[in-house]
C-alpha cells in the first residue's frame, strides 16, 4: 500500500539520519532534499534580499516536483524535509525579515496553496525537537561552509516558525521526537522505542505480530 513518511525539523535536527534508519529498517524508499542544486543559491547568501524570493520559487518548485515524484512511487517511502516547511518556516522568515516583498510574498502564497491542493499529504508527519544548543553543534560537527555563519537569531527564528507550524499543522498523523539525547543508531533501547511508535502509527506497514 502507497504511504508517505515526512520528516519535519531544524536544521541539524537529525533528519537525514532518521532518513536512512528508516530505509535501513524497514526498506522504505528515501528521498533527499536537493539544496546543492538550487542555482540562486550561491547569489542569495551574498544579498539575501535581492535573491530570496527568486531562491524561495525555485525550492517550491523543485518540491512540488518532488512531491509529485513521491505520489508515483509505490510501497512506502520517506521524505527529508516538506514543501510545508519550505513555506511555513524558511520563506515565511524571510518574509518576516522583510527580504521578501508583500507583493511577491502575494504571489508566492497563491502559488504554494495552488501546489497543496495537487500534491497528496504524508500519511505519518514525524517532528523531531532539538535544543538550540545541539542543534548549534550539530551544524559545526557536520562542516557544511554555507551554514557555518548563520546567525543564532534567524536559527531561532526558524525554531519558533516550527513550533508555530507544527502546533497547528493537521494534515496528518504526528510524530514527535525529541532527538537531543535520542540515539536510535547505537542504542537498542532508544532503537525499539523509535521503531514502537513509528509501528504503532502504521501498523499495516511495519508493525510485527505480537507488538
Request: hydrophobic letters at 40%; glycine letters at 4%.
Amino acid at each position: 500500500m502507497k504511504k508517505t513518511i515526512a520528516i519535519a525539523g531544524n536544521m541539524g535536527s537529525g533528519k537525514s539520519t532518521l532518513v536512512e534508519f528508516l530505509h535501513r529498517t524497514y526498506n522504505v524508499s528515501p528521498f533527499y532534499e536537493p539544496n546543492d542544486e538550487n542555482p540562486y543559491l550561491a547569489d542569495f547568501y551574498k544579498d539575501m534580499k535581492r535573491w530570496a524570493f527568486q531562491s524561495q520559487l525555485y525550492f517550491l518548485s523543485n518540491k512540488f516536483r518532488l512531491h509529485q515524484e513521491l505520489d508515483r512511487q509505490p510501497g512506502v517511502v520517506a521524505l527529508d524535509r516538506t514543501i510545508f516547511e519550505d513555506a511555513e518556516i524558511f520563506a515565511t522568515a524571510l518574509h518576516q525579515m522583510r527580504k521578501i516583498s508583500k507583493r511577491d510574498w502575494a504571489t508566492y502564497q497563491d502559488l504554494y496553496h495552488a501546489i497543496l491542493d495537487a500534491i497528496r499529504p504524508p500519511d505519518l508527519m514525524i517532528y523531531l525537537r532539538c535544543s538550540m544548543r545541539t542543534l548549534r553543534q550539530r551544524i559545526r560537527l557536520r562542516g557544511r561552509k554555507m551554514e557555518q555563519d548563520i546567525p543564532l537569531s534567524y536559527l531561532q527564528r526558524l525554531e519558533r516558525n516550527y513550533e508555530n507550524w507544527i502546533a497547528s499543522y493537521d494534515m496528518s498523523e504526528v510524530l514527535v521526537l525529541e532527538t537531543d539525547k535520542l540515539d536510535y543508531i547505537h542504542d537498542l533501547v532508544h532503537r525499539l522505542d523509535v521503531m514502537q511508535r513509528i509501528e504503532a502509527v502504521l501498523p499495516n506497514e511495519f508493525g510485527r505480530p505480537g507488538c
